[in-house]
């Protein structure tokens, strides 16, 4: 079974311009959460997505937005970018077994955004 | 506010040594504590985790050590080899918090083993 797959791996943008990701969760599991890693703040959670709404969202400007499509797929939308929104952006599905979420999430590779 | 409290935040150890990576938390809530191995380009991968209900989980050279009382755990890994040389995070959720479920994360460990 394929992996959590993450696109584009690398991006270079300017400061003030929007910026959008995509996931590809594994198949079969139907919660996709994006975390930020940077080397000062390491990993943070964003949000997480199940059947196409938000669930639950971290402590991240609204300049920060996600959406899920029906087949599970999920971006994340960073508007007016800043220099310290140089980071991994990470994506990790998880699988629901009878309506249950299974706590184990598993990580895409990740998507390196450098801001200049 | 660090709920996830990790130690050291790099650690070298000589080939067959013993790498010992502490984590302490300050929520109780917290029910499931996963260990994740981290190499330069990659994604995070789950390496271990154990609940609450036990005080030690082993998988290969990888042990978690769990105390409940003292809100600490700790990643032994035993007979180190050059190819463990990663990051490794521990992280803690709480997964009966439904909608608000998400994974706190450790700041992470550099180990490096030498040959």
């Known amino acids: 079974k394929a992996g959590v797959t993450q696109t584009p791996r690398y991006l270079i943008k300017t400061r003030g311009q929007q910026v959008t990701l995509s996931c590809s969760p594994i198949?079969?599991?139907?919660?996709v959460s994006w975390y930020q890693q940077t080397p000062g703040q390491g990993l943070q959670f964003l949000f997480e997505?199940?059947?196409?709404?938000?669930?639950n969202k971290g402590n991240f400007p609204g300049r920060f937005s996600g959406r899920q499509f029906s087949n599970s797929r999920s971006e994340m939308n960073v508007s007016t970018l800043e220099l310290g929104d140089s980071a991994l952006y990470l994506c990790?599905?998880?699988?629901?077994?009878?309506?249950?979420?299974?706590?184990?999430?598993?990580f895409g590779p990740g998507t390196r955004l450098l801001v200049l | 506010q660090q709920q996830v409290k990790q130690s050291p935040q790099s650690l070298i150890v000589q080939k067959g040594g013993i790498s010992i990576i502490n984590c302490a938390y300050e929520n109780t809530a917290f029910d499931y504590f996963p260990w994740y191995q981290q190499f330069p380009g990659k994604g995070p991968a789950l390496l271990i985790a154990?609940?609450?209900?036990?005080s030690e989980k082993k998988e290969g050279r990888f042990t978690i050590s769990f105390n409940k009382s003292a809100k600490q755990f700790s990643l032994h890994i035993m007979d180190s080899q050059p190819g463990d040389s990663a990051t490794y995070f521990c992280?803690?959720?709480?997964?009966?918090?439904?909608?608000?479920?998400?994974?706190?994360f450790g700041k992470g460990t550099l180990l490096t083993v030498n040959p």
């Open positions: 992280a803690a959720s709480n997964v009966g918090s439904g909608s608000n479920y998400k994974l706190t």
């Open positions: 198949s079969g599991h139907r919660s």
């Open positions: 997505y199940f059947s196409e709404t938000q669930r």
């Open positions: 990790a599905s998880s699988l629901h077994h009878r309506g249950v979420r299974q706590e184990t999430q598993y």
């Open positions: 154990i609940r609450p209900d036990v």
